[in-house]
C-alpha cells in the first residue's frame, strides 16, 4: 500500500446535492397557520398563534460569567476532609485486611 497515494487523495463526499442551496429559505413564506392539508373540521378546534412578544430587555449590570466565589453558599463545594485528600492523593489505593 502506497500512503502517499491515500493522502493525496481528495475527499469526494458519498451525497450529491441537486441544485443550488443558497435560495433555498430565501423566497419560502413564514408559517401562518394550520397546515395546508388540516382537515375544515379540525381548524376551528385548533388554537390560533398567538403573537411573538417583544424580547425584554437583559439587564446591562450582568457583564459575563459569574465566579465561583460570588456563588451563594449552598452552591458553593463543600470543603473536603483530610481523609478525602489522603484518599485523592493515594489515587484511591486503601490497604484493606
Known amino acids: ?50 403573537p411573538v412578544p417583544t424580547p425584554a430587555k437583559q439587564p446591562t449590570h450582568f457583564k459575563g460569567a459569574l465566579e465561583f466565589a460570588d456563588l451563594p453558599a449552598r452552591y458553593r463545594r463543600a470543603p473536603l476532609s483530610e481523609a478525602e485528600m489522603e484518599a485523592i492523593e493515594s489515587g484511591g489505593a486503601t490497604l484493606i485486611i
Not at 15 to 27: D, E, P
Not at 36 to 46: G, I, Q, R, Y
Open 1 to 50: 500500500m502506497q500512503p502517499s497515494f491515500i493522502s493525496r487523495a481528495v475527499h469526494k463526499p458519498l451525497i450529491q446535492f441537486v441544485g443550488s442551496r443558497a435560495n433555498l429559505w430565501k423566497n419560502a413564506p413564514s408559517h401562518a397557520g394550520p397546515h395546508p392539508l388540516t382537515p375544515a373540521n379540525l381548524e376551528k378546534h385548533v388554537a390560533k398563534a398567538s
